[in-house]
Structures are given as structure tokens and as C-alpha cells.
């Protein structure tokens, strides 16, 4: 049931104490990838969960903001503090508790929300209101063996382009991609005695994007997205019979 499109007496008549958060960020993803890729990957994230799950699921509203202030140099890109966000999700949680969905999947698309959802999760757990855990979909899939060693994740680089190619192909502006990749680091940071020396992603890449998006195509998006929705149609399972 998704909730931002339903009544209060269909919520109020929903047989199921299971929900699902998605969270992302609007942040830069580069000159070919749109503010809102971690939130729109979130939301396709939870469909193909969803679709993969047998069992009624409440379904949130996406929360469009994220701790992201390391993107603050790329125009456009807004962010939360950690507290800001932790509360959000929180106080979210709190009110999905309070009309039963007291078991509640958080689906996250963006790193930098990991830390605190791991956090904010347990809080809400402790606190004894609602069973609340994080599913980051890129810790869940190894990109990698998905796509038969043809790409890591990156930022704005091929396992996102290639998931909003299979997910929302209008959102990709295909004729900035190759520019894209020309001017997009190899890897995240900027490293040295085993420590990433940058805070911002501007420290360490032109255009905001790791990897090479030219290399994400719909096909291997299509296999990400099956992937990940059956590893939350696990975590579902498993949340509702905790």
C-alpha cells in the first residue's frame, strides 16, 4: 500500500504491521545523472522489493534529504546535519509505529546516510516503539559479481547510471555522459597511509562522478535492481516474523 496515495481509513484498514522507508539525498551525481538518483534508486529499490515479497507492505513516502554536505561544492546539492537526519527518520518511524507499523524496513540509496541509520535504527529499536533496520541496497548487492566484474559502484558512475537507465531512462542525459566519464575519478578519495586525505567529493574528482557511467547499461541494471529487491524480499521476511 503506498501510503502518500491512499486514504487514512485505507491505512487505517491495512492488515499489516510491516512498512518500508525509503531515504536517498539530493545531492550532485555528476552533469548526467539527476539531485534526486539516490532517492529515485531508493524508491525502485522498494518496488522491486515489494514485487518480490509476499506479503501486504506499508510504503512511505520517500525522504528526499540526506547527510550530504560532502557534495556542498556541486550546485544544487542540500543537506541535513547527522542529528537532523537521524531525527527525521526517527520521528517518521515514530509515526509509522503509531498507527501499527511498528516493523519498519528502511531501504537507503545514499552512503552517507549509513552511519546514521545504523544509529537511528538502533535508538528506535532500544526504545521499545518499533523494529526498525536499514537495508543500504549497494551493501546488500556486490556489484561486482552482479555484473560480472564489469564495474564497482562508485558515484554517478555505471551501477547508478545503470539503474536509472533500467529504472527511469528519461532522468539520464545521455549526451553529458560521455563528458561524464571524462572527468570522473577511479576511485572514492584521495588516499594515503590507508586514509581517504578528502572530506569533499570536489577534493578528489572534476565533475563529481566515480567511475565510468558509459559502461552502465540497462541490461546490467535490470540485473542490480532483480538483485536487490530479492535481498530485501529477505530482509521483509525475516523483519516480519522477528
Request: charged share 20%; hydrophobic share 50%; aromatic share 6%.
Given at each position: 500500500m503506498d501510503l502518500a496515495a491512499?486514504?487514512?481509513?485505507?491505512?487505517?484498514?491495512?492488515?499489516?504491521?510491516?512498512?518500508?522507508?525509503?531515504?536517498?539525498?539530493?545531492?550532485?551525481?555528476?552533469?548526467?545523472?539527476?539531485?534526486?538518483?539516490?532517492?529515485?534508486?531508493?524508491?525502485?529499490?522498494?518496488?522491486?522489493?515489494?514485487?518480490?515479497?509476499?506479503?501486504?507492505?506499508?510504503?512511505?513516502p520517500a525522504l528526499p534529504f540526506g547527510v550530504s554536505e560532502e557534495h556542498r561544492a556541486f550546485a544544487g546539492t542540500l543537506w541535513l546535519s547527522p542529528d537532523a537526519f537521524r531525527a527525521a527518520v526517527a520521528d517518521v518511524v515514530h509515526s509509522l509505529a503509531h498507527h501499527g507499523f511498528r516493523r519498519v524496513v528502511v531501504v537507503n540509496g545514499h552512503?552517507?546516510?549509513?552511519?546514521?541509520?545504523?544509529?537511528?535504527?538502533?535508538?528506535?529499536?532500544?526504545?521499545?516503539?518499533?523494529?526498525?533496520?536499514?537495508f543500504t541496497w549497494f551493501d546488500a548487492v556486490d556489484v561486482a559479481d552482479?555484473?560480472?566484474?564489469?564495474?564497482?559502484?562508485?558515484?554517478?558512475?555505471?551501477?547508478?547510471?545503470?539503474?536509472?537507465?533500467?529504472?527511469?531512462?528519461?532522468?539520464?542525459?545521455?549526451?553529458?555522459?560521455?563528458?561524464?566519464?571524462?572527468?570522473?575519478?577511479?576511485?572514492?578519495?584521495?588516499?594515503?597511509?590507508?586514509t581517504n586525505l578528502a572530506y569533499d567529493t570536489d577534493g578528489f574528482t572534476e565533475n563529481g562522478v566515480v567511475g565510468d557511467p558509459t559502461a552502465g547499461d540497462a541490461a546490467a541494471?535490470?540485473?542490480?535492481?532483480?538483485?536487490?529487491?530479492?535481498?530485501?524480499?529477505?530482509?521483509l521476511a525475516a523483519v516480519a516474523d522477528h
Amino acid at each position: 500500500m503506498d501510503l502518500a496515495a491512499a486514504t487514512w481509513t485505507d491505512a487505517d484498514a491495512a492488515g499489516t504491521a510491516l512498512a518500508v522507508l525509503p531515504v536517498g539525498s539530493t545531492e550532485q551525481h555528476g552533469p548526467h545523472a539527476p539531485l534526486g538518483t539516490d532517492t529515485r534508486i531508493a524508491e525502485a529499490v522498494a518496488a522491486a522489493g515489494l514485487a518480490a515479497y509476499d506479503g501486504d507492505v506499508a510504503v512511505a513516502p520517500a525522504l528526499p534529504f540526506g547527510v550530504s554536505e560532502e557534495h556542498r561544492a556541486f550546485a544544487g546539492t542540500l543537506w541535513l546535519s547527522p542529528d537532523a537526519f537521524r531525527a527525521a527518520v526517527a520521528d517518521v518511524v515514530h509515526s509509522l509505529a503509531h498507527h501499527g507499523f511498528r516493523r519498519v524496513v528502511v531501504v537507503n540509496g545514499h552512503g552517507g546516510n549509513v552511519d546514521a541509520l545504523r544509529e537511528v535504527a538502533a535508538r528506535v529499536t532500544r526504545d521499545g516503539d518499533a523494529h526498525a533496520v536499514p537495508f543500504t541496497w549497494f551493501d546488500a548487492v556486490d556489484v561486482a559479481d552482479v555484473t560480472d566484474g564489469a564495474f564497482r559502484m562508485g558515484h554517478a558512475g555505471p551501477a547508478e547510471t545503470a539503474l536509472l537507465r533500467a529504472a527511469d531512462p528519461a532522468l539520464v542525459r545521455e549526451d553529458r555522459v560521455e563528458a561524464a566519464a571524462a572527468g570522473a575519478a577511479d576511485r572514492w578519495g584521495e588516499w594515503a597511509g590507508g586514509t581517504n586525505l578528502a572530506y569533499d567529493t570536489d577534493g578528489f574528482t572534476e565533475n563529481g562522478v566515480v567511475g565510468d557511467p558509459t559502461a552502465g547499461d540497462a541490461a546490467a541494471g535490470e540485473r542490480l535492481l532483480a538483485a536487490a529487491g530479492e535481498a530485501l524480499a529477505d530482509l521483509l521476511a525475516a523483519v516480519a516474523d522477528h
